[in-house]
């Protein structure tokens, strides 16, 4: 392994089909076809942004696998640690049109291959190749064996002096119930160095109410810098060397589709982390890449290349 990735992260991957028609799932006839996955939407939009990206995961030997893998190659994302399986299939969901809101989603991903994940994946030299892990606590949630898969990922970064982002997502649907979700991503935030909570995430995880508070429960546990997404009103920041604030949030002429904002969010401050730009200018890339993606159909389509970051954030119009 040659090849030295700016950053890599695992998960799952999904093929998504979203509907063409607003309406109830079951009464829309027509849907197009994308890729999906809270990891894989940060991979394409660090690699939008010239970040070479690894993306570590197990797929079906079916015509979904090839999909997603066609598709992350598309996107300039590293794909030679992605395994394949014939015993488990690739994991789907389809996706509501709405006109306001957040639209309903709704998962086949049970006994999927990438919930089959599992150590024996875990290619040390791929790892070691890479500057950055980012994780969410989604792949934990799918199986025991991609939770332990993302423990070892973490603890092996950290001992090899990498850094390691840890955005929560939490999905309590994929969770047997809330206190082993809370128990689980708490004990996974102690092991990262980036911290990116929403603020009504961060409230269910601490029990505390403001983000003062919040950054400040994780800081306590080790954590270097705490991020919390506050929506329209922008982000608060935190870090164990006292640096804090508040950071405005970009103006959205329209809210088109909120899936997805978070991820960008994170590519924003993580790509701006790596470029070794302040902790206040990268939280000002996530605040404008959140905006474009909400301001966008689809998962993806608002993650920016870096000329149309850089024109959003001088003009704060979306081109």
């Given at each position: 392994m040659n090849?030295?990735?700016?950053?890599?992260?695992?998960?799952?991957?999904?093929?998504?089909?979203y509907a063409n028609e607003a309406g109830p799932l079951h009464e829309v006839t027509s849907f197009?076809?994308?890729?999906?996955?809270?990891?894989?939407?940060?991979?394409?939009?660090?690699?939008?942004?010239?970040h070479l990206t690894g993306y570590v995961t197990k797929l079906g030997e079916d015509n979904f696998g090839q999909f997603i893998t066609s598709a992350l190659n598309k996107e300039k994302i590293d794909t030679a640690s992605i395994t394949t399986t014939k015993e488990f299939s690739t994991g789907m969901l389809i996706k509501s049109k709405v006109l306001s809101g957040d639209p309903k989603v709704e998962y086949f991903r049970k006994n999927s291959a990438a919930s089959k994940l599992n150590l024996a994946d875990f290619d040390e030299d791929y790892f070691a190749s890479a500057g950055h892990l980012h994780v969410t606590s989604i792949s934990s949630a799918l199986s025991a064996s991609?939770?332990?898969?993302?423990?070892?990922?973490?603890?092996?970064?950290?001992?090899?002096?990498?850094?390691?982002?840890?955005?929560?997502?939490?999905?309590?649907?994929?969770?047997?119930?809330?206190?082993?979700?809370?128990?689980?991503?708490?004990?996974?935030?102690?092991?990262?160095?980036?911290?990116?909570?929403?603020?009504?995430?961060?409230?269910?995880?601490?029990?505390?109410?403001t983000p003062e508070e919040i950054a400040g429960y994780y800081l306590e546990r080790g954590v270097s810098l705490v991020v919390i997404?506050?929506?329209?009103?922008?982000?608060?920041?935190?870090?164990?060397?006292?640096?804090?604030?508040?950071?405005?949030?970009?103006?959205?002429?329209?809210?088109?589709?909120t899936v997805g904002a978070g991820d960008g969010f994170a590519v924003g401050v993580i790509s701006a982390m790596l470029e070794k730009l302040s902790v206040a200018e990268a939280v000002k890339r996530g605040n404008a890449i959140g905006a474009l993606a909400v301001m966008s159909p689809g998962d993806m389509d608002g993650l920016p290349t870096r000329d149309a970051l850089e024109a959003f954030m001088s003009t704060g119009v979306k081109k």
């Open positions: 090849k030295q990735l700016d950053a890599v992260t695992f998960g799952e991957p999904m093929a998504m089909f197009s076809k994308a890729l999906a996955g809270a990891e894989s939407n940060v991979a394409t939009g660090l690699s939008r942004l010239e991609c939770h332990e898969f993302s423990l070892h990922a973490m603890e092996f970064m950290k001992q090899h002096g990498k850094t390691v982002s840890l955005d929560p997502n939490l999905r309590p649907t994929l969770w047997p119930d809330t206190e082993t979700m809370v128990n689980t991503i708490n004990d996974l935030a102690t092991r990262c160095d980036w911290f990116l909570p929403g603020h009504g995430e961060g409230k269910i995880l601490t029990g505390l109410e997404k506050l929506g329209p009103e922008g982000a608060y920041y935190k870090t164990s060397a006292g640096e804090e604030g508040y950071v405005d949030g970009f103006k959205v002429e329209q809210v088109i589709d």
